[in-house]
Nanobody, 122 residues
Framework: QVQLVEPGGGLVQPGGSLKLSCVASGNMFATYALAWYSQAPGKERELVARITTAGRTTYADSVKGRFTISRDNIKNTVYLDMNNLKPEDTAIYYC????????????????WGQGTQVTVSS
């Protein structure tokens, strides 16, 4: 069982920046693929970004060039740097852990954070 804690989130103006973090429990963090998903009101949860154990990354088209996913295996933490935020980025953001650490695309892993609200508004 992996527990994920997501501090952060909040309200930011359009064009602003925000950095999300997610801390995982246990000692297997370096073997996991990590991802961020978002869920806007009335919409399905969708992949924002994912990073493998080898550091390969993939992004949703809507965030390419604006968001960056990274990981710190010493701190058991995955980050999402969000820049040039737009109102349509408003959503609840969830971190996700997948034991298939080498997989870059596919279904979400079994473990989810509690979610953190990001609101982009002036």
């Amino acid at each position: 069982q992996v527990q994920l804690v997501e501090p952060g989130g909040g309200l930011v103006q359009p064009g602003g920046s925000l950095k999300l973090s997610c801390v995982a429990s246990g000692n297997m963090f370096a073997t996991y693929a990590l991802a961020w998903y978002s869920q806007a009101p009335g919409k399905e949860r969708e992949l924002v970004a994912r990073i493998t154990t080898a550091g390969r990354t993939t992004y949703a088209d809507s965030v390419k060039g604006r968001f960056t996913i990274s990981r710190d295996n010493i701190k058991n933490t995955v980050y999402l740097d969000m820049n040039n935020l737009k109102p349509e980025d408003t959503a609840i953001y969830y971190c996700n852990v997948d034991s298939r650490g080498w997989v870059l695309s596919g279904d979400a892993g079994a473990y989810w954070g509690q979610g953190t609200q990001v609101t982009v508004s002036s």
